[in-house]
């Protein structure tokens, strides 16, 4: 497997600007506090210090063309595929194909990353249904090492996607057809469970799983937001954090969402390497179901800290138009990319 960078960089020599070659030359940039001075404004600071500016002085430098990865981070926040939907009897019977292969991707701009993909996308199809439905998944192994799909949620051994376990690694080639019934209701993830396990999930093999309860949630602006991270340069810890896969995707180009409306997100941590990673909005807090598997939720705040593999369902309403920054807790995280904002709209 080719480096993609021409030496091991690690992310705190990153932070530190640390000198390297032109070939690769790190295009995430620190988060700029107090008044520095962007080169384009010619050496003048706005009355306002610069803020409106927006961000473009922070993050990174360029963008990552959604055309070129195949995928938009944008688009996936509010994607959910139901599936291919058929009744047997009097219960709704939902059908997917999920295709394991490999694909280049660019997880920052100029940052291209050899991943292991559910249909050829990295954070992989978010898949949903509602409590009770049949569910059936219809693995495809098109890439050269061995795979699976593992769910969290109740299921029989066989349908576990664990090696050992009823189909165990599928081979390249092989395919089978996972088979069991939607509970309970939460919001749920998948991922490979082959070994090395780290490296299935680090490459990118996972994605989200929603289970809607029998009588539904209250209508919202939903969003699924997975966070991750990408270990670059071979060293087991992560130099690119980010929300559905591109880092600081949401930082120049917000999540637009209407002032007072019900905005739901489906926050999962799948992040390797590093044992905790966290959510923080600005100037508001949110209601927080853990796991999505109560209609009620434990608290009320404006941050939360998950495991990997954790994962709960925030929901708030913002009351005032404006752009509100959300970011992971960790300045690290953050500076690495792992962070955006909201821009409320009238």
Same mark, same amino acid.
């Given at each position: 497997?080719?480096?993609?960078?021409?030496?091991?960089?690690?992310?705190?020599?990153?932070?530190?600007?640390?000198?390297?070659?032109?070939?690769?030359?790190?295009?995430?940039?620190?988060?700029?506090?107090?008044?520095?001075?962007?080169?384009?404004?010619?050496?003048?600071?706005?009355?306002?210090?610069?803020?409106?500016?927006?961000?473009?002085?922070?993050?990174?430098?360029?963008?990552?063309?959604?055309?070129?990865?195949?995928?938009?981070?944008?688009?996936?926040?509010?994607?959910?595929?139901?599936?291919?939907?058929?009744?047997?009897?009097?219960?709704?019977?939902?059908? /997917?194909?999920?295709?394991?292969?490999?694909?280049?991707?660019?997880?920052?701009?100029?940052?291209?990353?050899?991943?292991?993909?559910?249909?050829?996308?990295?954070?992989?199809?978010?898949?949903?249904?509602?409590?009770?439905?049949?569910?059936?998944?219809?693995?495809?192994?098109?890439?050269?090492?061995?795979?699976?799909?593992?769910?969290?949620?109740?299921?029989?051994?066989?349908?576990?996607?664990?090696?050992?376990?009823?189909?165990?690694?599928?081979?390249?080639?092989?395919?089978?057809?996972?088979?069991?019934?939607?509970?309970?209701?939460?919001?749920?993830?998948?991922?490979?469970?082959?070994?090395?396990?780290?490296?299935?999930?680090?490459?990118?093999?996972?994605?989200?799983?929603?289970?809607?309860?029998?009588?539904?949630?209250?209508?919202?602006?939903?969003?699924?937001?997975?966070?991750?991270?990408?270990?670059?340069?071979?060293?087991?810890?992560?130099?690119?954090?980010?929300?559905?896969?591109?880092?600081?995707?949401?930082?120049?180009?917000?999540?637009?969402?209407?002032?007072?409306?019900?905005?739901?997100?489906?926050?999962?941590?799948?992040?390797?390497?590093?044992?905790?990673?966290?959510?923080?909005?600005?100037?508001?807090?949110?209601?927080?179901?853990?796991?999505?598997?109560?209609?009620?939720?434990?608290?009320?705040?404006?941050?939360?800290?998950?495991?990997?593999?954790?994962?709960?369902?925030?929901?708030?309403?913002?009351?005032?138009?404006?752009?509100?920054?959300?970011?992971?807790?960790?300045?690290?995280?953050?500076?690495?990319? /792992?962070?955006?904002?909201?821009?409320?709209?009238?």
């Amino acid at each position: 497997m080719a480096k993609l960078w021409t030496h091991k960089l690690s992310r705190r020599k990153l932070l530190a600007g640390a000198p390297v070659a032109a070939a690769s030359i790190p295009i995430l940039c620190p988060v700029r506090t107090g008044t520095a001075v962007p080169p384009h404004t010619g050496g003048h600071v706005p009355s306002d210090g610069g803020a409106h500016m927006g961000a473009a002085h922070l993050g990174a430098v360029g963008s990552v063309d959604p055309r070129v990865n195949g995928f938009d981070p944008h688009e996936i926040l509010r994607d959910f595929d139901r599936g291919t939907v058929s009744r047997a009897g009097d219960r709704t019977v939902r059908e /997917w194909e999920i295709v394991a292969e490999r694909a280049e991707i660019e997880v920052a701009p100029g940052v291209k990353f050899a991943a292991w993909t559910y249909n050829r996308r990295v954070p992989g199809p978010t898949l949903r249904a509602r409590e009770g439905d049949r569910l059936r998944i219809n693995i495809i192994n098109a890439a050269d090492h061995p795979h699976t799909m593992h769910f969290h949620g109740i299921h029989p051994a066989a349908h576990d996607g664990v090696p050992g376990l009823g189909p165990g690694n599928l081979e390249p080639g092989q395919s089978f057809t996972y088979e069991f019934d939607a509970e309970p209701f939460g919001f749920h993830h998948y991922h490979c469970h082959s070994t090395p396990l780290a490296d299935h999930i680090a490459k990118g093999l996972y994605g989200a799983f929603v289970i809607d309860p029998k009588q539904g949630r209250p209508e919202a602006d939903e969003l699924v937001m997975v966070m991750n991270g990408f270990d670059t340069n071979f060293d087991r810890s992560n130099e690119v954090y980010a929300v559905n896969t591109v880092a600081f995707a949401y930082l120049n180009e917000p999540i637009r969402v209407k002032r007072g409306e019900l905005v739901r997100i489906y926050l999962l941590n799948i992040l390797e390497f590093d044992p905790l990673n966290s959510f923080h909005i600005h100037a508001n807090f949110f209601d927080y179901h853990p796991t999505g598997t109560s209609l009620e939720p434990t608290e009320l705040t404006d941050t939360i800290s998950l495991a990997q593999g954790q994962r709960g369902i925030l929901e708030l309403r913002f009351p005032f138009t404006g752009r509100y920054m959300f970011h992971a807790h960790v300045s690290e995280f953050a500076e690495l990319g /792992w962070m955006g904002f909201f821009e409320v709209v009238d």
